[in-house]
């Protein structure tokens, strides 16, 4: 079976967000073995099911997912430039694709308010501002508004974590305004075995929108994540309910077979 590695939300290689796309059609026992075995946070299954139409299953090395960003992203440049339709179990999206990068549009999150008990001494630094459970595309996401510097926090995982199955979110997101125009973004993915994504488009719509409630952030941002784990990634976003879309480059990294009798 053919793959490729690609990485999203990065001009180049060896920076952004690694992803598996695995080419050619994989048993399904076999899924989530070889995401295991690549141990990358997600790898990608796509089946063609017509022209310019695919389906995809998501995995990271410890689940399946619905739905997820860069995965969606990558798979779709993987596959060569035009327009995808691509159908999961959490999502049908629009992708567009050209040599160099790929945008979504994304389906409108639902918002509602929680409490910020917990998530200073989760983060491991002061400042929580206001919370949200935001829920897209079959996810949820625990977003938090915080005003303090993230590149200094602690994160404790065990307690973020226990943040995420109180809220019934897949991960935790905590954003910090820069200007109107760009967001420092970390995102903690502990109950699916990602400590933490380098970029996460799947968040990004949502943390856009709350970010642009929250403070007024202009309708088109540019989020910046993955700096602290040596994987910087540039998310750029626009966000306004009825029109959310998420893009960035994409770079190819390698590409190979993997050698298993089925």
Known sequence: MRYRIVDVFSERPLAGNQLCVVLDDCPEPLMQAIAREVNLSETTFPTRTGPGSYTNRIFTPAVELPFAGHPSLGTAWALGPGRWEQTTSGAVVGIEVDDRRATMAQPDPTFAEVDTDGIDAALGVAGTEAAALAVAAGNGFLLAAVSGGLADATPDQVAIAALCRRHEAMAF?????????????????????????????????????????????????????????????????????????????????????????V
Do not use: K, Y
């Open 173 to 261: 997101a905590a954003v910090r305004r820069i200007d109107d125009r760009n967001l420092h973004v970390r995102v903690f993915v502990p109950l699916a075995g990602i400590p933490e994504d380098p970029g996460t488009g799947a968040t990004a719509g949502p943390v856009s929108l709350f970010a642009r409630h929250r403070w007024g952030t202009d309708v088109d941002v540019v989020l910046h994540q993955g700096d602290e784990i040596g994987r910087p990634c540039r998310i750029e976003a626009h966000a306004e309910e009825g029109a959310i879309t998420v893009g960035g480059f994409v770079a190819s990294c390698a590409e190979g077979r993997f050698d298993i009798d």
